[in-house]
């Protein structure tokens, strides 16, 4: 679990560093990528065997390992994670220095996390892909997996990923942020709505400090790490399409019903696209429903 105040703006690594220590900073942001997910996102023009080689030479170090995944094809894909004498290293990394390592003991714990951590790359991959084909800026430092928030009374909502992306122009920047929740469709869709009363506190939590009186200046929490509150995305996959229309039906059901969601809608953009949509088509198409009801849209212009 990563704090905000750890992961307030993204990191980079200097494209000009080796791709060894390229491939460990990434490793340590994203916690697990297959080596077709580290080549898309670190060399998208180069080859798989020169990402192989590097994957290699860093299990013979002991600085990173693998698991095997399941695969229909019997072909074998490998999903790579950092040793803990990996994590280690990348504390001394610039971009890395201060953050809480994330080290896997055992391709048994591995396992666990896989399936969840590689859609949410899945899902960083389809929006860097449509950057690069747009001049736009948002890569491999530019998704910060896991950001924990408070929300008051002990209680804290977990995105699986912050996004930060910057739309560029002739003459003009935008800089865009977005809370990221991925769906896999192992929960109910009940839970999966939830997660829109959580943001909705977040939205309205003002933190006080111990021992001193509530004052009416203190202001959102949230201010503290975003200039404006992000855009909230889900991205479904794992189900037939009538079920994940029918679980976007439920969230735009939420923001109609609870009186705290619908003041979030209000003043947040919010928005649900199928994942397999954003690969095929591009994060930039007509593909995003908005949760307050209106046609398709873009994701920059729900």
């Known amino acids: 679990m990563t704090s905000p105040a750890q992961r307030a703006a993204p990191t980079s690594v200097p494209p000009g560093e080796p791709l060894r220590l390229q491939v460990l900073a990434a490793l340590a942001q994203h916690r697990i990528a297959t080596t077709s997910q580290l080549r898309s996102m670190l060399r998208p023009a180069g080859t798989r065997q020169l990402m192989s080689r590097v994957l290699n030479k860093l299990r013979t170090d002991a600085f990173a390992d693998s698991t095997v995944l399941p695969n229909a094809n019997r072909s074998r894909t490998h999903a790579w994670y950092l040793t803990p004498e990996g994590a280690r290293l990348t504390?001394?990394?610039p971009a890395l220095r201060g953050r809480p390592p994330y080290p896997i003991t055992s391709a048994t714990a591995a396992s666990l996390k896989t399936t969840h951590t590689l859609t949410v790359?899945?899902?960083?991959?389809?929006?860097?892909?449509?950057?690069?084909?747009?001049?736009?800026?948002?890569?491999?430092?530019?998704?910060?997996?896991?950001?924990?928030?408070?929300?008051?009374?002990?209680?804290?909502?977990?995105?699986?990923?912050?996004?930060?992306?910057?739309?560029?122009?002739?003459?003009?920047?935008?800089?865009?942020?977005?809370?990221?929740e991925v769906d896999r469709t192992t929960m109910s869709s009940e839970r999966l709505a939830v997660k829109l009363i959580e943001y909705a506190r977040l939205f309205q939590y003002e933190a006080q400090p111990v021992g001193r009186r509530r004052t009416s200046t203190a202001g959102p929490a949230w201010l503290r790490w975003y200039p404006v509150f992000p855009r909230v995305l889900f991205i479904l996959t794992g189900a037939s399409r009538t079920r994940l229309d029918n679980r976007i039906s439920d969230l735009q059901a939420m923001v109609a019903q609870h009186p705290l969601v619908a003041h979030l809608a209000r003043e947040v953009r919010l928005g649900a696209a199928i994942l397999e949509d954003i690969e095929n088509h591009g994060p930039a198409q007509a593909v995003w429903i908005p949760l307050t009801g209106k046609t398709p849209q873009p994701w920059t212009d729900l």
């Open 91 to 93: 504390r001394d990394l």
């Open 121 to 180: 790359v899945r899902a960083h991959l389809a929006f860097a892909a449509d950057a690069r084909r747009l001049g736009h800026e948002h890569g491999p430092w530019d998704w910060t997996p896991e950001v924990s928030h408070s929300i008051g009374e002990g209680e804290r909502v977990m995105a699986d990923a912050v996004m930060h992306y910057t739309v560029t122009g002739p003459d003009h920047r935008q800089k865009l942020r977005a809370f990221i």
